[in-house]
């Protein structure tokens, strides 16, 4: 990381007139229906900052905890201990004007209402227990052993090059992100929880049969779209 990205320079601007992201005022849900399916396709979403903000290698490693692998705090909640779904997992959707955390999942229609309940225990637990240090060490390694990965091809550099120029970010981001990354703490990742996670609103989108979870969905949030699909 150090042998390309210290060193190297770059000019140019890059500039974008867009309006900024409204923040959520409550949460809602938005339900695909689907006649007769045998699962629920959940997605959930909060809103987080972008790689400019100091806190986001917290956020990077937060969201490996919670849904980075198959050792993370959702798959092992939803699919070792509950036997839910074949896989739970949380994705850190990074952009310019506005990023979020998404979890998705695929449940059984019968679990579903039960596996929503379970994502948001896990979420919390996140925000007033304190994770490992086991935990964090891993998810450590993990993330500093992307960027390497990430960075081997020109291809990649080249893509990371791009990244850098559109956040306006110096050259030296990656190579300092690593070092960030490194002096992450359990209570830095339990307060960045708190921020994304606790009480916070959230978009819930769910692809299933709405005649069966249509009686107890409301408690979730505000249903502001119920659309059909073949």
Request: proline residues 3%.
């Amino acid at each position: 990381i150090n042998r390309y990205w210290t060193t190297s320079t770059v000019s140019g601007e890059v500039s974008f007139d867009l309006p900024n992201v409204e923040p959520l005022n409550h949460s809602t849900v938005n339900i695909a229906h689907r006649d007769g399916a045998f699962q629920s396709s959940i997605v959930l979403g909060f809103q987080a900052f972008d790689r400019r903000n100091p806190k986001f290698p917290e956020l990077t490693l937060l969201t490996q905890i919670l849904g980075g692998g198959l050792s993370s705090r959702l798959n092992s909640k939803l699919r070792e201990e509950k036997g839910y779904t074949y896989g739970a997992f949380a994705v850190l959707d990074d952009n310019l004007f506005g990023s979020s955390v998404l979890i998705r999942t695929d449940v059984g229609t019968a679990v579903t209402k039960d596996a929503i309940h379970d994502i948001q225990e896990t979420l919390e637990r996140l925000c007033l227990d304190p994770i490992s240090e086991v935990e964090l060490n891993l998810a450590k390694q993990y993330m500093i052993g992307s960027m390497i990965r990430g960075s081997e091809s020109a291809n990649q550099k080249s893509g990371l090059v791009q990244m850098c120029l559109l956040y306006g970010l110096p050259l030296s981001y990656f190579a300092d992100l690593g070092a960030a990354l490194q002096q992450c703490t359990v209570e830095s990742i339990k307060d960045v929880a708190k921020e994304i996670f606790l009480n916070k609103p959230y978009v819930l989108g769910i692809c299933g049969d709405l005649k069966e979870i249509n009686q107890y969905i409301e408690q979730f949030g505000f249903v502001t779209e119920a659309s059909s699909i073949l």
